[in-house]
């Protein structure tokens, strides 16, 4: 079995579709001649034709536009936003024309459409390359949100989306293109291909999109976490010598609230972590769940771990990012609440 990291993972996801479906497309700003800003789209433009991966002018609302019109015509397009933080001229096209085209049209029209985003912090990119903007997708109904935190479930999971009939906000955290990062910025990055996840199988196959997985099983506390905050989760409980179960979400909507209400009612005790700012981010929803379902079952109060309610600092990068340090003491005040 191959191993990749996660930006080969997700070219590699694209060049399959691309190989199986002639309906599939991929455009955005640079990602043909140059393979995109991180290189997920290198070589694609020369294997499949500028009219299958081109580059698109510096207007996210239009590349939006564009894709959406070709969804509604049988295409499948695959559509990259340079960053997350860009998003925002075309949030209008996407909530407006993508998420309600299925309704609004009774069925006769769906948009199966992705838009890939690199997201997040821990690469010193500042307050215009470090956002995580995921809550602002999971308030629309119409769309799905996912997340991958590993080159295998990032190529399964973006053939999943490829091929749903409806729009998939794909979120990939930039941070973990290149390896798993815990949240220890003094120490040198681990490479996926010293990593059992950096294991990616060739050719087709799909993660259920709306699945999450148990990364580390235990009793003491469930952690809910995505993206990045598996790893922090996972040094976190280590650090503390911590028993906690640790849940990586992927999927944010649909989410997989069953296995979310298995754990929290196996441990009584839950903490969510992100990245993104801690008001109104999706670890309040997830929040209000727990306690919802999980009311009789808890023995302390619901704990968020999250960004400060600020910009992203570049500066004060690492006083921003929610660290295991952080993240530790959440779990040992959780422990301690009797």
Not at 173 to 183: A, E, M, S, T, W
Request: charged share 20%.
């Amino acid at each position: 079995m191959a191993r990749m990291t996660m930006i080969e993972a997700i070219r590699d996801a694209m060049d399959v579709k691309m190989g199986q479906d002639q309906d599939v497309v991929v455009f955005g700003e640079d990602v043909g001649y140059f393979g995109g800003v991180f290189r997920c789209t290198q070589g694609l433009q020369e294997k499949y034709g500028k009219e299958r991966c081109f580059d698109a002018p510096i207007n996210e609302s239009a590349i939006v536009g564009a894709g959406i019109g070709m969804a509604t015509y049988g295409k499948r397009p695959c559509i990259e936003i340079q960053f997350a933080d860009y998003v925002l001229p075309a949030y209008d096209q996407i909530v407006s024309e993508a998420a309600r085209m299925r309704h609004r049209s009774n069925g006769e029209f769906t948009c199966p459409m992705v838009i890939r985003m690199p997201t997040g912090g821990g690469i010193f990119g500042g307050q215009t390359h470090s956002q995580s903007p995921e809550a602002i997708f999971t308030h629309v109904s119409g769309l799905k949100t996912l997340i991958p935190s590993n080159p295998y479930d990032a190529k399964g999971m973006l053939i999943a989306a490829i091929e749903d009939d409806d729009p998939v906000i794909f979120l990939e955290p930039k941070r973990l293109y290149n390896g798993p990062f815990d949240g220890h910025h003094e120490l040198a990055v681990t490479p996926w291909s010293k990593h059992d996840m950096g294991e990616v199988p060739e050719g087709h196959y799909t993660i259920p999109i709306g699945k999450a997985n148990v990364v580390r099983e235990g009793t003491d506390v469930t952690i809910l976490a995505y993206g990045t905050m598996v790893y922090v989760a996972e040094a976190a409980a280590r650090e503390q010598g911590i028993d906690a179960e640790i849940i990586d979400l992927r999927s944010l909507l649909p989410l997989d609230l069953e296995t979310i209400e298995a754990s929290v009612n196996k441990t009584g005790r839950c903490v969510i972590v992100h990245e993104a700012t801690l008001t109104s981010g999706f670890g309040a929803e997830l929040a209000a769940l727990v306690q919802q379902h999980c009311f009789y079952a808890l023995e302390a109060p619901v704990k968020r771990v999250a960004g400060w309610d600020t910009p992203y600092p570049h500066a004060q990068e690492w006083d921003y990012f929610p660290g295991p340090k952080r993240l530790g003491s959440a779990l040992k005040t959780t422990l301690e609440t009797k």
